[in-house]
């Protein structure tokens, strides 16, 4: 998408603060697009935590989503409206968001500041309790701010928060969805979805599986997966597949990979990037990649496993 929503967006509820200050995190209990209600306020400062955080009350507002984001609140509450299903991926700016986010210890007592995690974890020992600290990461797991309607998710860690998970995802315990990025309906995912890649209805992304995003020097080109398709196991893709495509398993295509089709023509795999009706795999005789047309279904998704129920 190359045009983002200009709608204004606010939020309220609370966030954590170091001693020093740095606002770690941002958890808002009420939010919404356009302009805040009358009468929405900011709860009160609530408690102090280990190592000196505090949790106080918390109250953002932006004018615009196309706006680039000015500090950490700003953040989250663009994170928090992707993961509750208020935008889709690529349709707001996050621009320049790693450098607003603090790197914290995602512990059991809340964020911490890492520097923080031996006193935090004394304090607490004296106490008679035990400090578990779960990551060290710019991003905590979805589900510890947001828990959305109809969604399966095996292992809570593997799911960032700005993620996007519509009603019927289900995400097994080796699944992955990294932020502004995830499923547009019923889909299973047992492999990774990367930063910026976005899942059609109906499609299935098989375990060990991988589709390349656009974080840490990789293409610039949004990678999306149509409807009804099927990512088979250990397979990957560097392009974007149509609606009703499969790509067999343990058969990675890449836009500069060379796929032969029907025909003995040989292309690169970019000029096949969002086509319909596609299939990919590895002639196991020959290990050439190949493509081929293809019509009927690969088997669908069990429909009782992706119920909203």
Not at 199 to 223: A, P, R
Request: glycine share 14%.
């Amino acid at each position: 998408m190359s045009e983002f929503l200009t709608d204004a967006a606010w939020g309220v509820g609370v966030s954590t603060v170091a001693a020093d200050g740095t606002v770690l995190d941002a958890w808002f209990t009420r939010l919404g697009l356009g302009e805040a209600p009358t009468g929405v306020a900011a709860p009160e400062a609530l408690a102090t935590g280990p190592a000196g955080t505090t949790t106080r009350g918390i109250a953002v507002t932006i004018k615009s989503l196309e706006d680039e984001p000015v500090d950490t609140a700003d953040v989250y509450l663009r994170l928090h409206l992707l993961s509750h299903r208020f935008v889709i991926p690529h349709s707001i700016n996050l621009s320049g968001i790693f450098g607003l986010l603090p790197n914290n210890a995602w512990t059991n007592f809340g964020p911490l500041p890492a520097a923080d995690v031996n006193a935090a974890r004394l304090k607490l020992r004296q106490a008679g309790q035990t400090l578990e600290v779960k990551s060290l990461d710019k991003f905590p797991p979805m589900a510890d701010y947001v828990t959305p309607s109809g969604v399966r998710i095996a292992d809570a860690s593997r799911v960032r928060l700005g993620a996007h998970l519509a009603s019927g995802t289900t995400v097994m315990h080796e699944g992955f969805v990294n932020y502004n990025a995830g499923t547009l309906g019923n889909s299973m995912v047992e492999g990774r979805i990367s930063a910026g890649v976005v899942v059609g209805d109906g499609s299935d992304i098989g375990g060990g599986s991988s589709i390349m995003g656009t974080l840490s020097g990789g293409g610039k080109e949004v990678i999306s997966i149509g409807e009804r398709c099927l990512l088979g196991a250990n397979a990957g893709i560097g392009i974007s597949l149509g609606d009703n495509c499969v790509v067999a398993a343990g058969c990675y295509v890449t836009a500069g990979s060379k796929v032969s089709t029907p025909d003995g023509t040989v292309v690169k795999a970019a000029t096949l990037s969002g086509k319909d009706n596609l299939q990919f795999w590895t002639n196991t005789q020959t290990g050439v990649l190949e493509v081929r047309p293809r019509s009927g279904s690969w088997g669908e998704l069990n429909t009782a496993l992706h119920s909203a129920q």
